[in-house]
């Protein structure tokens, strides 16, 4: 039977998902335990959505034990949804029905009855700012309209386990951080949350605990700031590539170089050695701050060698 009164929400043990000979995913572990937030990293193909199928119970794991409110995803899937809320990357809502018909729809899928998905729908429409939309159709909504409005779907049924994929893409930072006050209103109640995302910033902001995947494998996991201590502790100097042949001379064993896009980024364990290595070369930082937490991935992944995603 489930158990909703565990503190373990998910318990992943050496899941794997084999597709032939290619592994998806490989000896993956996780527990995330009632009021955590935890996010899963990574480049196209690294595994997270394989993960999220297996979560769903729409992918069979190959291999490795995985329980969801203490049952198994593939055995009793139907039962987990009924605790589960989802944020799916496509927003997949009916372009032709209006708003509250698009949620009095989801409602009945998730079987509340009439006058509860009523109360909950206007409540959820009001907490996402979007009551004044009730009778507009789908069609007529902004972007940002329809990302809080699967928001409010998720919520319908008053989820224990919230799961978002990427949830804030293509939004603009205004949007963002409203839905980003949203989700730490859902932990706030005790609640708990997956997230993946591509937005380093956004796995800073929400994120208790990272899980960075690659190639279907864990190569890094932490919280935020203890990842960014570990892996790549100091403070990062951004220049233009033309400042690179002037710049390398200069550069100590200990410090870092990587290429991003069209600058070359430096890493040295103290501020004071960017700011003398531009007196140096005569050549201001187009950016000088701290490492975070893209420089943990650009590391872990071998992105920051200029390997293409």
């Given at each position: 039977m489930s158990d909703l009164s565990s503190t373990a929400i998910i318990r992943a043990r050496g899941v794997t998902k084999r597709f032939g000979d290619f592994a998806a995913l490989q000896d993956f572990d996780l527990e995330l335990n009632r009021g955590d937030?935890?996010?899963?990293?990574?480049?196209?193909?690294?595994?997270?959505?394989?993960?999220?199928?297996?979560?769903?119970?729409?992918?069979r794991r190959t291999a490795g034990t995985l329980e969801i409110f203490g049952l198994d995803p593939n055995t009793d899937a139907r039962r987990i949804k009924q605790h589960l809320g989802v944020v799916p990357q496509e927003n997949a809502l009916d372009e032709g029905l209006t708003v509250q018909e698009n949620m009095e729809l989801y409602a009945r899928f998730g079987?509340?009855?009439r006058a509860t998905a009523r109360t909950r729908i206007a409540e959820l429409l009001a907490h996402?700012?979007?009551?004044?939309?009730?009778?507009?159709?789908?069609?007529?909504?902004?972007?940002?309209?329809?990302r809080r409005l699967t928001f409010v779907r998720a919520l319908l049924a008053d989820p224990e386990l919230l799961i978002l994929d990427e949830?804030?893409?293509?939004l603009d930072p205004a949007v963002r951080h409203l839905l980003w006050e949203k989700v730490h209103a859902f932990r706030r109640s005790g609640r708990t949350v997956l997230v993946t995302t591509h937005y380093m910033h956004e796995a800073e902001i929400l994120?208790?605990?990272?899980?960075?995947?690659?190639r279907g494998a864990v190569v890094g996991r932490g919280a935020p700031r203890e990842l960014i201590a570990r892996e790549t502790p100091g403070f990062v100097g951004v220049f233009p590539n033309q400042a690179a042949k002037a710049l390398r001379p200069h550069l100590l064993p200990t410090w870092r170089d990587f290429p991003q896009g069209d600058h070359i980024c430096i890493r040295t364990p103290h501020l004071?050695?960017?700011?003398?290595?531009?007196?140096?070369?005569?050549?201001?930082?187009?950016?000088?701050?701290?490492?975070?937490?893209?420089?943990?991935?650009?590391?872990?992944?071998?992105?920051?060698l200029g390997h293409d995603e």
């Open positions: 937030c935890v996010g899963l990293l990574g480049p196209n193909g690294a595994g997270k959505s394989t993960l999220i199928g297996c979560l769903h119970g729409v992918v079987g509340l009855t996402m700012s979007l009551e004044h939309k009730r009778a507009a159709t789908i069609k007529t909504l902004s972007g940002g309209m329809k949830p804030t893409t293509g994120c208790d605990r990272i899980v960075i995947l690659d004071e050695d960017l700011l003398t290595l531009q007196k140096a070369v005569g050549t201001q930082a187009l950016q000088l701050r701290p490492a975070n937490l893209e420089d943990v991935y650009l590391k872990l992944t071998g992105r920051e």
